[in-house]
């Protein structure tokens, strides 16, 4: 326990609350059901459903706010930062704040693709799971190490790609104008 939590009652029951097994699995259970309902997102949808899975996700996006605020106080600012999974979650719960705020204020952003490309951020809370769930940070920790081999190789490939597209392009897609261009001429002969 942190002296900070020894030496104040307030800071003891946070810390207390966040280290807790129940307040983990409750979390990790809301992860879950979160990804449920963002995947129950389709087209085409009634007004209903849309309005009813708004609804649930902003009740799961409060709280993951207040999980992030008890897990600040009851570890304290500085180990709160420490972990990075922390940082993680305190970035997609201001990204989730911020389009709580877009869609209250009723922005107009196009199609709504702005809005849908934030809310599919909150997909990365599954990335949360890893914590507690062992094999699968594993397979995380392994696709990142694949991840860092095959980048030389990635790059060299999306060279090669570039190349042959551009070569692609000499040899087939000018030459595709220009016969357009010869048969306009030929066109416009004929016509007189």
Not at 153 to 179: D, N, Q, R, T
């Amino acid at each position: 326990m942190p002296e900070r939590a020894i030496k104040n009652v307030v800071y003891r029951f946070f810390y207390l609350v966040c280290t807790h097994d129940a307040f983990t699995i409750s979390l990790t259970s809301c992860i879950v059901i979160n990804t449920v309902l963002l995947a129950c997102d389709r087209f085409p949808i009634s007004k209903s459903d849309t309005n009813e899975l708004e609804f649930y996700n902003n009740i799961l996006s409060w709280i993951f706010i207040i999980e992030m605020f008890i897990k600040m106080i009851g570890l304290g600012l500085k180990d709160y930062v420490a972990y990075s999974f922390n940082i993680f979650d305190c970035s997609v719960v201001m990204i989730s704040i911020v389009e709580q705020i877009i869609g209250w204020i009723g922005v107009n952003m196009g199609s709504g693709g702005a809005i849908s490309a934030l809310r599919a951020i909150r997909l990365l809370r599954v990335f949360k799971l890893a914590r507690s769930w062992t094999s699968f940070r594993e397979l995380l920790q392994k696709m990142i190490i694949t991840l860092k081999d095959i980048r030389n190789f990635s790059v060299l490939m999306l060279i090669f790609m570039f190349i042959f597209c551009l070569l692609g392009m000499e040899m087939y897609a000018y030459k595709v104008l220009y016969v357009d261009d010869d048969l306009s001429a030929v066109s416009s002969k004929e016509d007189k």
